[in-house]
T-cell receptor, first 113, second 113 residues
Framework: SQQGEEDPQALSIQEGENATMNCSYK?????LQWYRQNSGRGLVHLIL?????REKHSGRLRVTLDTSKKSSSLLITASRAADTASYFC?????????????FGTGTRLLVSP | GAVVSQHPSWVICKSGTSVKIECRSL??????MFWYRQFPKQSLMLMAT?????????EQGVEKDKFLINHASLTLSTLTVTSAHPEDSSFYIC?????????FGQGTRLTVV
């Protein structure tokens, strides 16, 4: 399977703490994207990092990419209860074009007030 | 951002019947749309690529006669689950790209009884 792996599978933290999720993938990529999914809903795009970038910030989000290790991390700082959701990384493999996304297994984040 | 609308949000049908799910790009044109399937607490798996004006491309293991895809216009793709069985019960999500960013529909929860 081409599917990427994410860890941890589940993460439970208190409001104000930071949350770090890791993603590993298998093929050469054009870019890597992180998505958020609230229970039973569609996906919301959070951030895209290109294969030639190493780090990217957006608000309380920080994403890193290490193409030599085929891995990425998503850091959510100063978490809030509203951040409770599932988070998925998705890669656009080079050999299939960037649009054919391959999703990781996801991390379920629970932020308690 | 761009909007992709999926309808219905949920549907319950009897075994043996067919169900049609619509995916519309509301404010942009999409020559290609993607259909995913998601089982509870699992990741999204790409089922097929819907191509406007031509046949859909199915991923390995996805039955094309079971999951009929039609992309008759630049803003509409439909997925029809034919002769539905309880094992087809799942969450189905479509997406379309605008530039490099994927926008997802709200998803359709299909329950086959």
């Amino acid at each position: 399977s081409q599917q990427g792996e994410e860890d941890p599978q589940a993460l439970s933290i208190q409001e104000g703490e930071n949350a770090t999720m890791n993603c590993s993938y298998k093929t050469s990529i054009n870019n890597l994207q992180w998505y958020r999914q609230n229970s039973g809903r569609g996906l919301v795009h959070l951030i895209l990092i290109r294969s030639n970038e190493r780090e990217k910030h957006s608000g309380r989000l920080r994403v890193t990419l290490d193409t030599s290790k085929k891995s990425s991390s998503l850091l959510i700082t100063a978490s809030r209860a509203a951040d409770t959701a599932s988070y998925f990384c998705a890669t656009g493999p080079k050999n299939t074009g960037f649009q054919k996304l391959v999703f990781g297994t996801g991390t379920r984040l629970l932020v308690s007030p | 951002g761009a909007v992709v609308s999926q309808h219905p949000s949920w549907v319950i049908c009897k075994s043996g019947t067919s169900v049609k799910i619509e995916c519309r790009s509301l404010d942009f044109q999409a020559t290609t749309m993607f259909w995913y399937r998601q089982f509870p607490k699992q990741s999204l798996m790409l089922m097929a690529t819907s191509n406007e004006g031509s046949k859909a491309t199915y991923e390995q293991g996805v039955e094309k006669d079971k999951f009929l895809i039609n992309h008759a216009s630049l803003t509409l793709s439909t997925l029809t689950v034919t002769s539905a069985h309880p094992e087809d019960s799942s969450f189905y999500i479509c997406s379309a790209f605008l530039n490099t960013e994927a926008f997802f529909g709200q998803g359709t929860r299909l329950t086959v009884v």
